[in-house]
Nanobody
């Protein structure tokens, strides 16, 4: 069973910064695409950013130039550096991996973390 553990959420004033981390459990040989999504109250979950194993990135228009996604393949960890935060960035942020191959040769698909709250005050 592959699990994702997120950390780094919290309360910050507008204009501030936070860094989210998401670590996948052990016994992992490789992870394909890793990403961050968010869901604000009363809204659908939306893409924030994704990164491939080769470090190709994709961002939502609303966060381009403010957020940076990165990953450490050796640690099976993905990060989201969030700068110049706005109140509209307030949401629960979820980590996602689309495909994980473990050392037993099993492929695990579409795994989600438990979510971490980010609140930006005005």
């Amino acid at each position: 069973q592959v699990q994702l553990v997120e950390s780094g959420g919290g309360l910050v004033q507008a204009g501030g910064s936070l860094r989210l981390s998401c670590a996948a459990s052990a016994n992992i040989f490789s992870i394909d695409v890793m990403g961050w999504y968010r869901q604000a109250p009363g809204k659908q979950r939306e893409l924030v950013a994704t990164i491939t194993r080769g470090d190709s990135t994709n961002y939502a228009e609303s966060v381009k130039g403010r957020f940076t996604i990165s990953r450490d393949n050796g640690k099976n960890t993905v990060y989201l550096q969030m700068n110049s935060l706005k109140p509209e960035d307030t949401a629960v942020y979820y980590c996602n991996v689309d495909s994980v191959l473990d050392y037993n040769g099993r492929n695990h698909r579409d795994i989600w973390g438990q979510g971490t709250q980010v609140t930006v005050s005005s």
